[in-house]
C-alpha cells in the first residue's frame, strides 16, 4: 500500500515536473553557455555528449572538463606524430615538437587533476589546474619564437587557441559553482 501510493506521488511529480528525475536539461545548458564567452563552441561542445542533459551544473564542468582532456590528449598525439616534420634530419624542429608535446602532456595532467577536483567539489583547485592547463602551451610557443630559424606552424596555434577557448569556457563554468 505504502509502495503503490509512493508509485502515484512519483508519477504524479514527473508529470507535473518532467526534469524530475534529470537535475539539468537544455534550459539549463543554454543559460550555463551564456555565462561564457564561447556560447556556440560551449553549447555544441555539451550536445556532443548525451549525458549533459542529465546533468547538473557541475556534471556540465565535469563533461567540459573532460572534453578538454581530450583535446590536449590529441594535441599531444598530433605533436608526438612529428607530422609537421618535412626533413627528416631537422633535429631543430623535431626536438621543439617533443617539447610542445611534453606541454600538452602536462595540460592533459592538469585537467585531469581539475576532473577529479570538481568531482570532489574542490573548485578552487579544480580552476587552478584548468588555468594552467591553458598556459602550457604558451611555454610550447615560447620554444618556437626562441629559435628565429623555426616558424610556429599554424597547426599548432590552430589546435592552440581551440584548447584555450574550451579552458576558457570551463573556468567561467567553475565560476559560477563557486559564486
Ligand atoms: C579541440 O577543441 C576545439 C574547439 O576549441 C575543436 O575545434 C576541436 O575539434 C577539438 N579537438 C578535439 C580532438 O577534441
Same mark, same amino acid.
Request: charged share 20%.
Given at each position: 500500500?505504502?509502495?503503490? #501510493?509512493?508509485?502515484?506521488?512519483?508519477?504524479?511529480?514527473? /508529470?507535473?515536473?518532467?526534469?524530475?528525475?534529470?537535475?539539468?536539461?537544455?534550459?539549463?545548458?543554454?543559460? !550555463?553557455?551564456?555565462? %561564457?564567452?564561447?556560447?556556440?563552441?560551449?553549447?555544441?561542445?555539451?550536445? #556532443?555528449?548525451?549525458?549533459?542533459?542529465?546533468?547538473? /551544473?557541475?556534471?556540465?564542468?565535469?563533461?567540459?572538463?573532460?572534453?578538454?582532456?581530450?583535446?590536449? !590528449? #590529441?594535441? =599531444?598525439?598530433?605533436?608526438?606524430?612529428?607530422?609537421?616534420?618535412? =626533413?627528416?634530419?631537422?633535429?631543430?624542429?623535431? =626536438? %621543439?615538437?617533443?617539447?610542445?608535446? =611534453?606541454?600538452?602532456?602536462?595540460?592533459?595532467?592538469?585537467?585531469?587533476? #581539475?576532473?577529479?577536483?570538481?568531482?570532489?567539489?574542490?573548485?578552487?583547485?579544480?580552476?587552478?589546474?584548468?588555468?594552467?592547463?591553458?598556459?602550457?602551451?604558451?611555454?610550447?610557443?615560447?620554444?618556437? @619564437?626562441?629559435?628565429?630559424?623555426?616558424?610556429?606552424?599554424?597547426?599548432?596555434?590552430?589546435?592552440? $587557441?581551440?584548447? @584555450?577557448?574550451?579552458? $576558457?569556457?570551463?573556468?567561467?563554468?567553475? $565560476?559560477?559553482?563557486?559564486?
Amino acid at each position: 500500500m505504502l509502495s503503490s #501510493s509512493f508509485l502515484l506521488i512519483l508519477t504524479i511529480s514527473c /508529470t507535473l515536473n518532467p526534469t524530475f528525475f534529470v537535475n539539468g536539461d537544455i534550459n539549463l545548458i543554454q543559460k !550555463t553557455c551564456k555565462s %561564457t564567452k564561447f556560447y556556440d563552441l560551449c553549447l555544441s561542445s555539451l550536445q #556532443s555528449d548525451a549525458t549533459s542533459r542529465e546533468a547538473d /551544473t557541475k556534471g556540465l564542468a565535469i563533461i567540459m572538463a573532460k572534453l578538454a582532456l581530450a583535446n590536449a !590528449t #590529441s594535441i =599531444n598525439s598530433f605533436l608526438s606524430s612529428n607530422l609537421l616534420v618535412k =626533413n627528416t634530419n631537422d633535429a631543430l624542429m623535431k =626536438n %621543439t615538437l617533443k617539447e610542445c608535446a =611534453n606541454k600538452y602532456s602536462a595540460a592533459g595532467t592538469a585537467l585531469q587533476d #581539475s576532473v577529479q577536483e570538481l568531482r570532489s567539489e574542490l573548485y578552487d583547485y579544480a580552476y587552478m589546474h584548468v588555468m594552467a592547463a591553458a598556459d602550457y602551451p604558451n611555454a610550447c610557443r615560447n620554444t618556437f @619564437k626562441r629559435y628565429p630559424k623555426l616558424v610556429y606552424p599554424p597547426e599548432i596555434a590552430a589546435r592552440e $587557441d581551440g584548447l @584555450k577557448r574550451i579552458c $576558457d569556457v570551463l573556468m567561467e563554468i567553475i $565560476d559560477g559553482l563557486v559564486f
